[in-house]
């Protein structure tokens, strides 16, 4: 097997499937692929749904929410593919999204990682390669703080504002809603860390990545669509601690700091 691709699915059941329906009409050439959802005990039917309309992914329930980092993490068990590939159900691939990185990877045996350019539904360009936060990162993008001059400019540096979207090059670490993974680094490396329910598992695994000299790249030359919901940045700073998923990020966000360790 070339590539194997997991989807982790809670409770988005319609965005899964348009995932799945992308993927099944990618160009692989002459790679040989298998799809791998698993459902966090979403109660929607999604399994009987995949049978009928895509026979062939292969589905597994778990009979808890394990987080996101989990839910992938019993994908990763399964999966027999030179590479893997985690995509979040909110993404949908275009038609040569992943020889595109499988040709790159296989063109870069030091690169352990890789992650292509993202677009929101619009074709404007997500950000989704960035350096490592630093331990007032999370205040400063999510409250008042971040209008502060000093605060601007940590945060221009955060999403590396100063390095083009148009070429490829490292990044400490990529957003996890597309990444494609060479299985024998990550088998090196190990799984995600299922401390992180949700947020930081990815900026986590990254790190790993480089603590094990497996680079992490970001190449623009493979696209997806990430229909990301970005709500939150509509409301106002302080709802963020009012939100069950923004809680979420904050126990992810101290969690992050007591594992590395930041100052």
Excluded at 90 to 105: E, G, P, S, V
Excluded at 160 to 171: F, N, R
Excluded at 212 to 222: C, D, F, L
Excluded at 251 to 262: D, E, F, H, I, T
Aim: hydrophobic residues 40%; glycine residues 6%; proline residues 4%.
């Amino acid at each position: 097997m070339d590539i194997s691709i997991i989807i982790v699915n809670y409770k988005s059941k319609g965005l899964t499937l348009n995932c799945v329906k992308s993927i099944e009409e990618a160009d692989f050439g002459n790679l040989r692929h298998e799809t791998l959802v698993i459902d966090n005990n979403s109660g929607d039917r999604l399994g009987e749904i995949l049978a009928w309309q895509h026979p062939g992914v292969i589905f597994i329930q778990s009979p808890i929410n394990t987080g996101m980092g989990g839910g992938n993490n019993i994908g990763l068990s399964r999966a027999q593919g030179k590479y893997v590939v985690v995509m979040n159900p909110d993404t949908l691939a275009f038609k040569d999204t992943f020889i595109q990185l499988y040709n790159f990877m296989e063109a870069h045996p030091k690169v352990g990682m890789a992650g292509p350019k993202q677009f929101n539904p619009d074709r404007s360009v997500q950000n989704s390669r960035y350096r490592f936060p630093k331990i007032f990162t999370l205040l400063y993008r999510r409250t008042f703080l971040g209008r502060l001059p000093f605060a601007k400019k940590s945060i221009a540096h955060f999403m590396m504002d100063d390095v083009s979207k148009d070429h490829h090059h490292e990044a400490e670490w990529l957003l996890g809603s597309c990444l494609f993974i060479r299985a024998k680094a990550l088998k090196e490396v190990g799984y995600f860390d299922e401390r992180f329910f949700l947020y930081f598992e990815d900026t986590d695994l990254c790190r790993r990545f480089w603590e094990k000299n497996w680079q992490v790249m970001y190449y623009p030359e493979a696209n997806i669509i990430h229909n990301h919901n970005r709500a939150s940045a509509e409301n106002p700073w302080y709802a963020f601690f009012l939100k069950r998923a923004s809680r979420q990020h904050l126990l992810s966000w101290l969690a992050y700091l007591k594992k590395w360790r930041l100052q």
